[in-house]
């Protein structure tokens, strides 16, 4: 039952990603390929390739705060973790809705950050951040960040602990033993982590809307925009399709580098 | 790392994933009907106005039902599935167990979509129990790893001790199994709620049009500009997961269920 509520939406999509679309309806059956077609012009290239790019970058800035956080975290006493991981899975679990609210009244010019630096005497008057592609960036790595972490969290706590105080015993200082020994050690993980954040990062579709201009839309703003206000369901469903397809061969190379990673 | 160090980078992260909750906390307390920050006045009204406003009201019913429902029916597909891992392991529910956490796989637009599609092909578009059924199967995979979990930390001599004393398989489930799994079924229940609840984009494709969830309010409502009152939720909601998720922790072992070993633990 289980497989055919997955397996049969998906066939679903391929199938009307193929259709016609009706004016004020849903759609028609009949065969086209001018969904994929329109979505390969150069418009929507572009928007792949930002979505693919701000998703890549978000992914890097996640790991790079998110691995020696991680490191640090899983260090501590059990019961002192615990307050982190509540935290983390409350802001996890925040709707894409609240974030991007929360961070449009933050870096507003009424209710920002901007006041409290007026309020202190670094800056004159109060500005608006939002929306731009900072915003759009701070939002998507405040709901990544958690994430990231999460992902990473078991594999690090799992590292042991000697091979840090190896390094340490001879010499290397903590900050050296981490990136010389922790870091690699974990190399498969924190790639595995990266694509997994990415694909994560991809299907952010009110973060772009709420805190961006048109310019920073990603491909999973158009889905919804075509399948919701445009009620064009085969053209959404024909970027979709595409979606996962990109999504399907990240998650593969991930799978296979894991693999590799382990010994036979 | 050095303890100033580390505790500075702490003090940094935490100040990233806390800053936009501490304005709009600080605005939600506001006196008047502007958003400012910092606050001016203190005044719990926009708290009250969830409650007293007939559009909030209803969206927050909406939300917890839709979220009680899907919850419930998430541990009860994920139940059946976890006991059968546990009892034989077989390719078949190796096979299950990825495609209950496909859906974490792949961006939510696509479920959303996939749903839709179902959706509309069979004609219940807009019905009030597509939301709570696509829920479901969405965030099956929540209670499904934690119960697995919970089984994993079953000894089975216990249960083989039981069958050696007469004990047939539906007395060992009811009076062995159940009990010491009964914590991380409410943990998957948890998990399952509080994502529910704050879930948007699978809510808005199928009942969008004919249901108000409390996200789908939120984001409705932030086209006509920004109430203190969209703030006052979206505190409650952040309450709501802070309480849930901090009590599952103080019941459960959460570093475990979240994938930690104990020192000394062995897969």
């Not at chain 2, 009204?45 to 919850?71: K, Q």
């Not at chain 2, 047939?168 to 009811?174: G, S, V, Y």
Request: aromatic share 12%; glycine share 8%.
């Amino acid at each position: 039952m289980l497989l055919a509520f997955f397996v049969v939406p998906f066939g679903l999509m391929i199938a009307v990603s193929f259709f016609q679309r009706v004016q004020g309806g849903f759609y028609e059956p009949i065969v086209t390929t001018a969904n994929y077609a329109r979505f390969l012009s150069l418009f929507f290239g572009k928007i792949l390739l930002f979505s693919l790019g701000l998703s890549a970058l978000v992914a890097a800035i996640c790991i790079t705060v998110g691995a020696p956080f991680t490191y640090l975290l899983t260090r501590l006493k059990r019961p002192m973790q615990v307050p982190w991981l509540v935290a983390l899975l409350a802001v996890l679990s925040l709707s894409e809705v609240i974030i991007g609210f929360a961070w449009s009244t933050l870096l507003s010019r009424t209710a920002g950050v901007s006041n409290l630096f007026v309020a202190i005497g670094l800056m004159d008057a109060p500005v608006a951040w939002t929306p731009g592609f900072g915003a759009v960036l701070a939002g998507m790595v405040y709901q990544a960040l958690p994430y990231s972490v999460l992902v990473l969290y078991p594999s690090f706590s799992r590292l042991d602990p000697s091979l840090a105080e190896a390094a340490k015993t001879l010499g290397a200082s903590p900050i050296r033993a981490f990136l010389t020994v922790v870091l690699p050690a974990l190399r498969t993980t924190l790639i595995a982590t990266f694509i997994i954040v990415f694909v994560f990062a991809l299907g952010a579709y009110l973060l772009p809307q709420l805190l961006g201009r048109p310019e920073h839309w990603t491909l999973s703003v158009l889905i919804t925009d075509q399948a919701i206000y445009q009620s064009n369901m085969p053209f959404a469903a024909a970027m979709a399709v595409f979606l996962v397809v990109a999504s399907l061969l990240l998650v593969l190379t991930t799978t296979l580098l894991g693999r590799r990673g382990q010994p036979a | 790392m050095s303890t100033a160090l580390s505790r500075l980078f702490f003090a940094l992260v935490g100040l990233f994933l806390a800053a936009p909750l501490i304005v709009i906390a600080g605005v939600s307390v506001n006196e008047m009907r502007s958003l400012t920050f910092p606050p001016v006045g203190f005044s719990l009204a926009w708290y009250g106005e969830i409650f007293t406003d007939p559009g909030w009201r209803g969206a927050l019913t909406t939300s917890v039902l839709i979220a009680l429902g899907a919850a419930t029916l998430a541990v009860a597909i994920a139940l059946p599935i976890a006991y059968s891992l546990w009892r034989r392991v077989s390719a078949v529910g190796r096979i299950i167990q990825t495609l209950g956490i496909s859906p974490f796989v792949l961006p939510p637009v696509i479920t959303a979509l996939g749903a839709l599609s179902l959706w509309a092909t069979v004609g219940a578009y807009g019905a009030w129990y597509t939301v709570v059924i696509s829920h479901a199967i969405f965030f099956t995979s929540l209670p499904l790893v934690t119960i697995s979990l919970g089984f994993s930390t079953i000894d089975r001599e216990v249960t083989e001790a039981a069958r050696t004393m007469g004990a047939d398989d539906r007395t060992i489930l009811t009076t062995i199994v159940l009990p010491m799994i009964a914590p991380y079924i409410v943990s998957g229940f948890a998990f399952a709620f509080v994502l529910s609840l704050n879930e948007y984009i699978v809510a808005y494709m199928t009942v969008g049009f004919t249901l108000e969830t409390v996200p789908i309010k939120i984001f409705n409502a932030l086209r006509y500009g920004y109430t203190p009152t969209m703030a006052s939720v979206s505190i409650l909601f952040v309450a709501v997961a802070v309480a849930v998720f901090g009590t599952v922790a103080r019941f459960g072992d959460l570093p475990k269920l979240l994938g930690a070993w104990r020192a000394g633990d062995e897969k």
